[in-house]
């Protein structure tokens, strides 16, 4: 039979079974407003474009910009959507297409003493200079200290561990944290591409694949009135 693994000292939540959504839904749904009216908050939108993007009919950069969105009970401080060379490839279907695409999300101290709460952590997670220290502790007396970074397992976020003390004493990381974040799931092939903690705050930054996303004619219709007059498709 085998060997039952130790439990961990620190349990975070299981994976959710949410499906991810993929990058083209999420920049369509910034494009045609669905992410807006969904998540009750308004979207900032700046353009770039070239004269010599102007005749191919393309964009050099998009940038979308939310505050305060709450995901999960969690708010999200800032969330920055950040898109090049977006254009519509004539044909039949027509293609949405672009070229890097990527995000960045700053979430605050309160707002993580907020979330624990509403989702019933059994931890407290204090935003530092050296990362997320995550911290166990009975009638306010310390159990545990785990000193984690932020990182990516499949489509979630998750913590990974970087020092561990039990009881004031170094212990071994090795099974000390598992689980994930109880969040929505990143977008397909979401890419953990820089983390910068500091004190109060954390800001990660993710990379997606292009999009080539055949245009049918229900998404053009929701497109056209934010795309037109810069495409003719």
């Known amino acids: 039979m085998p060997v039952p693994e130790d439990p961990p000292i620190l349990q975070l ?17 910034l494009l045609d407003g669905t992410l807006s009216r969904v998540a009750r908050r308004p979207v900032k939108v700046r353009a770039k474009v070239s004269p010599v993007a102007a005749m191919l009919g393309s964009i050099d950069v998009i940038v979308f910009e939310l505050g305060e969105l709450e995901m999960a009970g969690l708010e999200v401080d800032r969330i920055v959507v950040h898109v090049e060379n977006v254009r519509v490839q004539p044909g039949f279907p027509p293609r949405l297409r672009t070229g890097e695409i990527g995000f960045k999300a700053t979430v605050a101290q309160e707002a993580i003493d907020r979330w624990t709460q509403r989702t019933h952590l059994p931890v407290r997670m204090l935003l530092t ?41 170094p212990a071994p990381v090795v099974g000390m944290l598992r689980g994930f974040l109880p969040l929505p799931p990143l977008p397909r092939g979401a890419r953990l591409s820089k983390v910068e903690h500091e004190e109060g705050s954390v800001t990660a930054w993710f990379e997606l694949d292009d999009i080539d996303q055949p245009l049918t004619p229900a998404i053009a219709r929701r497109l056209r009135p934010s795309l037109l007059p810069r495409f003719r498709f």
């Open 13 to 29: 939540a299981e994976a959710p079974e949410e499906e991810p959504p993929s990058p083209a839904d999420l920049l369509i749904g």
């Open 129 to 169: 200079e050296e990362g997320v220290i995550v911290k166990t502790s009975v009638r306010g007396f310390s159990i545990g200290e785990v000193a984690t970074e932020v990182a990516v397992t499949g489509h979630f976020l998750t913590l990974r561990p970087k020092r561990a003390s039990i009881v004031g004493l």
